[in-house]
């Protein structure tokens, strides 16, 4: 059988296993509670994927993460340094 291949958004909802700062998930509960916590996080990475195409162009098959990463991690030591 072949493997469908879906878009930013689309398809059917998928149970993954996800590891946040405590303090990231407080600030998400007390915005939107914890029955919409899953739509918020979808919501955002949704975003994060489209706005890293915008900048970068369609998402590459491998090695997204590692420079996602590389890029967050850099953006927050300029935070820092200019803090």
């Known amino acids: 059988m072949a493997e469908t291949s879906y878009s930013i958004g ?4 998928t149970h993954v296993s996800l ?6 998930v407080e600030a998400i509960r007390r915005r939107v509670g914890k029955r919409e916590f899953s ?11 489209a706005g890293h195409e915008r900048r970068n162009g ?4 491998s090695g997204l993460l590692s420079g996602m990463r590389r890029q967050h991690v850099g953006e927050e030591e300029a ?3 200019a803090g």
């Open 58 to 61: 369609p998402l590459p098959s």
């Open 19 to 24: 590891s946040l700062p405590e303090g990231t």
């Open 39 to 49: 739509s918020f996080i979808a919501a955002a990475v949704e975003r994060e994927l």
């Open 79 to 81: 935070k820092t340094s």
């Open 10 to 13: 689309e398809g059917p909802a």
